[in-house]
């Protein structure tokens, strides 16, 4: 009969299972000579040696003349055993350890590190028999209580008994400050996934006050309050923590989140290219890339430094020379090694190739990229890609499809922001095509439909590179030019912006929109002109008043400035109008009518948020200073200048 041996003996741990047993090759140059006890003795200790030192091949060699015993599972195959799980644990061999424990799970007895190690793969995979078979040996005799206690807890998580969870994790409060942090909040975690929102905050409270600077914790706060809706709350939470650790690239892209969640891409681009200088994350160079691509340019010379080594980094390089106003380069794709995992796995590659279709005028090609969209229940923009698709709908077949779930828009001022919504409404309501509103019409009609998709979205930048140049029709609605307007004075600039304003159809809005543009360009007098006829219009005029009126300051013409703005008291008794007087007070010297106006508006008011500000670090009343900017940089987290204005007042403080 031919021996049959353990293969799973080398360097790299490689070894196969079948039917949960070792696989077993025939090997009979590795049959050991019987050997004396003192000799098997002297050869443990030699082993034990090598293994502590990190002799691994060495150990291994020794033990492969022991596999016959190991086998049999004898008093001496279980002590070569536990070397064996000794040598896999001590080289990170997981793989190996799976395997042994699968063969010999009793064998796991003593040796701690690799039974936790065992059991940690147990709760990631969810298999219970398993974790708790390994669990059984420790039982009682654990060296590293909270190892196992967190495990204990993550299983039950994971099986869906929060509440068993909750109950174990409760009542064993831990003795280091570092451990209790972590048992506080694990239990707001899990209150969080058992929909329990105020016991999780009532836990992190306790975590916050053990530790108010630990900005985990804050993190976790953070994600508490903006699950129950506070938002501004919510990111004082993730502010706070980037402050204390402001280089930390996870704490800076969880601030980029939260802003993209909310739609302010400015602020999200600009944390990001905080984050973009080495050494930096592939996955943040990604995300800046492409909103600046969607949404407006990030602030930095991609060409000045390399994209951080990573998997994303192919896909990066291929961004970055792609050309402006181009989405989607197929050709150059296909040459990526990885291309069909970025298909599968980055949702860029959706919307940049349905983008590059759209502008090429292939909507069909687009139509279905959306109804495949494999990204479809992570949507990084529901809406917009649901109007994408009905608008083509409505072009391709004269019928639009209705979603099940309709378009949310807690706010909606203007027009542009009802746009998605509106349109759904109006399929779900029943409307033929044919029936619907002109504008709308319009806009669906229209060569610049997608672009207007886009401008709705906030999607500034693809807009742009959408836009074919052609004029706009007399009969699209007022808002469209006017965003576009704006589009290309935030990412172009101010002359290319009023260059394609004067052709457009002239609103209030819009000229108003020329007269800030001219004012840019320097050409005072022809914007005050235009700006004087449009103080009576109801949209614009406040705003009109208050341009006409910096014009006279900035000429130095403060008497005129103040008795202008005194002409419209519903602008002299706004906010506006008592941050003009002011500013003209301090201007004339007249102090203590600038502190009046500024008092009478402090909460609504940045502007005098800021006066107070500057008087507080005057009169060195650091606490009230520190107060008033932290609020301001709630309203402004990544303004540079109250970012130092912070930092000078904490140092001021520790003097």
Known sequence: MRKWVVSILSLIGIAAVIGGSFYWLNQEETLAVPKTHMEE????????????????????????????????????????????????????????????????????????????TIADKCVLDQKTKEYQCIRSLWEGQEGQKEKWLFLDVEMLARAGRLSDAITLLKFQPLGDQKSELKRLSHLALLHLKDQNPRMAWDYLNQAHKLSPHDPEIRSYRGKVLETIGKKQLAFSEYLAALQEHPDNLFLIDQAAEFQLRQKNYVDAIDLWTRGLPLPSLDTIWLKALFWSRMTTPAQFNWKEEKAPRGKLRPFINYLLVLKPGEFWDAHAFAQLNASEVYLNNQQATFWLQMLAELKQGNEEAAYQLIAKNPFKFESWNPELEQALRQIISYRQRKELESFDELLKNESAPHPEDTLFSELNTYVRSGFRPDEFPQPLKEILESDHAFTVALLAAGWNEAALAMYNGRDLSENIPDWVAYRLTHALWENRNAEEALRFALGQKKSPELSLTIGELLIERGDIDVARARLHNLVGEPEVGLRAI????ELYQKQGLYGQAKKFIEQFPDFSDSIMGKEALARIALKQGDEYSARMFYRSIQDESADAKAYFVRKAIEEKDWGQAKALTLSMLVESPTDSFWLDTLKKIKEEQQK
């Not at 200790?45 to 091949?57: K, L, N, P, S």
């Not at 020794?62 to 599972?73: D, G, L, N, V």
């Not at 000794?86 to 003593?110: C, M, T, V, W, Y």
């Open 41 to 116: 003795a002297l050869e443990m200790q030699v082993a034990t040696r090598f293994v502590e030192d990190g002799r691994f091949a060495e150990a291994l060699a020794i033990i492969r003349q022991y596999e016959p015993e190991m086998e049999r599972y004898s008093a001496s195959g279980k002590q070569w055993l536990r070397l064996m799980i000794d040598a896999s644990e001590k080289q990170g061999n997981i793989q190996q350890l799976l395997i042994l424990h699968r063969s010999f799970p009793d064998a796991f007895d003593a040796n701690e590190k690799a039974a936790l």
């Open 546 to 549: 208050q341009l006409v009126s």
